[in-house]
């Protein structure tokens, strides 16, 4: 189904209602506006801020904000801001048509109004202000008839009202202009100072020959990884001495990473190492004369994703090696089959700083398709707790930012993956979310084109 299908559905002054998320707004305002066609965002309190930031990003004035301050329940409120601004709007376009052509002019502009977001009263009540716009006269009503659609979370479509059953209109992607940072943005997350959205967004495999050989061989990275980094590279506290005959066991409880000036100097040795990882490890100049890894020399090597604090290096090339790179092959995966899948942009380690307002967003791997967000946790371990923990985090965050659209999946190291899902399902209902354990790690790539494809197939 192509843009055309759209045209004659677009309308000159389109109203949305505004909900806590503004990604639906900003689908339609992209989808139902004619050339030179104006959004009017109808907010209450409570959504003040996304209003802005679709203002924002819409370009918007304040001519084009109906605000309903409290009044979001308010009948009589409701229908009296939107008429009041229906009529501005008519007095405004008949006054610009006279001064072009010194006359009033004829033509009739085109209202509409989706009711994707606010509350069920501002969709009832606004929907009524359409259908009768001067409420002293009952015979009144917009000529041409106003259009009023629905974009549907279920079929990822436009629903269009029409007489019997709703038009339904396929959302085509490239319209939409939409990128993971603007989806970030209307949500008031910014990813960093950087200058283009390249910098701000990892889209690049770190070492995928490595991350290839350390899925292929991962029982022996995981090894060395608890006897040699760990050992290096955390913090150590005594907690036990065992005397046994002539010699005295000492246990140690392994701690969080050291301190930075400490760890940019800690060396790992790479015994144990299966032959392939050394030889990749080699093939990129890794290792140092002594033949061991160097923190230093790692970070000079500039291989590693920089973070924002050039003192937080040390510990995000440790944090690569314990599992992110299980990120990087999930990402890697993803732009196998971006083609097929339809994906529009696929990205990694999304850092937002913490905000008052709102709850810690971090996104291991996501993807969009369209205005549909696709968001992957990973882990690398196989508890059952922890799993199911990163399941309902990823969930959450992905729901606030995409709506009920939203697509949700771990990947993890996991056996149990229907355990966990059904550990997942007990307290929230959403059969379309995907565990991907231990056993689906090796074809991961097909494992997620199927999810994909047919999710909401």
């Known amino acids: 189904m192509g843009t055309s299908e759209f045209d004659e559905y677009k309308v000159d002054h389109l109203f949305l209602l505004i909900g806590e998320n503004p990604l639906p707004n900003y689908v339609a305002a992209k989808m139902l506006l004619n050339e030179g066609g104006k959004p009017y965002l109808v907010f209450s309190e409570r959504t003040q801020k996304p209003a802005e930031r679709l203002k924002e990003e819409l370009g918007l004035s304040d001519e084009e904000m109906v605000p309903l301050n409290n009044n979001e329940a308010n009948a009589y409120e409701i229908k009296k801001k939107i008429r009041e601004k229906i009529k501005e709007i008519q007095q405004r376009d008949r006054e ?9 002019n004829s033509e009739k502009k085109l209202f509409g109004l989706n009711y994707t977001g606010g509350t069920k009263a501002m969709a009832v009540h606004a929907y009524q202000a359409f259908l009768l716009p001067d409420e002293k006269d009952p015979k009144s009503q917009l000529n041409p008839s106003p259009i009023f659609s629905y974009l549907d979370s279920s079929s990822l479509k436009m629903l269009i009202d029409h007489r019997g059953n709703p038009i339904s209109l396929n959302i085509p992607n490239k319209q939409l202009k ?26 690049d495999v770190t070492l995928p020959e490595l991350v290839e050989a350390i899925v292929q061989n991962n029982l022996l990275w995981r090894e060395w990884c608890q006897k040699i980094l ?10 036990a001495k065992i005397k046994k005959d002539n010699t005295t066991e000492i246990y140690f409880k392994i701690g969080n990473w050291k301190h930075h000036k400490e760890l940019i100097n800690v060396s790992f040795s790479i015994n144990g190492l299966p032959e392939i990882i050394v030889s990749i490890i080699k093939q990129n100049n890794m290792l140092q004369a002594d033949n061991k890894l160097n923190i230093q020399h790692l970070k000079d090597l500039n291989i590693f994703p920089k973070p924002s604090k050039n003192e937080d290096i040390p510990k995000e090339i440790c ?20 083609e097929e899948c339809s994906l529009d942009e696929i990205g990694m380690s999304f850092n937002f700083p913490e905000k008052e307002d709102m709850a810690f967003f971090e996104f291991d791997v996501a993807c969009l398709r369209g205005y549909q967000l696709f968001a992957i946790s990973c ?25 009920n659209e939203a697509r949700v999946a771990l990947v993890c190291y996991s056996n149990k993956v229907n355990k966990i899902k059904q550990a997942f399902m007990s307290q929230v209902d959403d059969p379309k979310v995907m565990v991907f354990g231990s056993g689906d790690i090796a074809d991961l790539s097909e494992k997620l084109k199927n999810w994909i494809q047919t999710v909401d197939a």
């Open 96 to 104: 610009k048509s006279q001064q072009k052509d010194g006359y009033e």
């Open 178 to 203: 939409l990128s993971l940072e603007k989806l970030f943005k209307l949500h008031g997350l910014s990813l960093s100072n950087k200058k283009t959205s390249k910098d701000n967004i990892k889209t």
């Open 319 to 338: 944090k690569w090696f314990e599992g992110v790179w299980l990120e990087d092959y999930v990402l890697q995966q993803l732009k196998k089959i971006k």
């Open 379 to 403: 882990t690398t371990d196989k508890t059952d707790n922890l799993c199911k923990s990163k399941l309902f985090e990823a969930y959450n965050r992905a729901r606030l930012m995409g709506g």
């Open 230 to 239: 760990y050992i290096e590279a955390r913090e150590q506290e005594e907690i």
